[in-house]
């Protein structure tokens, strides 16, 4: 079993930065690609920012420049850096890697259960 981990949710103030965790543990290995994702009532999950094992990252337009994906292979980490945060970043953040187990054949994702991000004007 994998368990994903998210922390770092908050409300904050426009303007403000937050820091976003997610720990994978359990039968996982090889975590090749790492990404965050939000989603916003009534909407469609969508790509914030990933990144890869040789540290190549990808964000959306929304998020160039203002946010910072990294990553620690070591402890199965990975952290979303928002600064400049605005009201419409306001969602439900949710981690998802992609990785193999012990168990089941070849690469799989698994998502983590979400952290809610709150941007008041």
């Known amino acids: 079993q994998v368990q994903l981990v998210e922390s770092g949710g908050e409300s904050v103030q426009a303007g403000g930065s937050l820091t976003l965790s997610c720990t994978a543990s359990?039968?996982?290995?090889?975590?090749?690609?790492s990404g965050w994702y939000r989603q916003t009532p009534g909407k469609q999950r969508e790509l914030v920012a990933s990144?890869?094992?040789?540290?190549?990252?990808n964000y959306a337009d929304s998020a160039k420049g203002r946010f910072t994906i990294s990553r620690d292979d070591l402890k199965n980490t990975m952290t979303l850096q928002m600064n400049g945060l605005k009201p419409e970043d306001t969602a439900v953040y949710y981690c998802?890697?992609?990785?193999?187990?012990?168990?089941?054949?070849?690469?799989?994702?698994?998502w983590g259960q979400g952290t809610q991000v709150t941007v008041s004007s």
């Open positions: 990144i890869i094992s040789d540290g190549i990252t």
């Open positions: 359990g039968n996982i290995f090889g975590i090749d690609v």
């Open positions: 998802k890697v992609r990785g193999r187990s012990f168990t089941t054949p070849g690469y799989n994702e698994y």
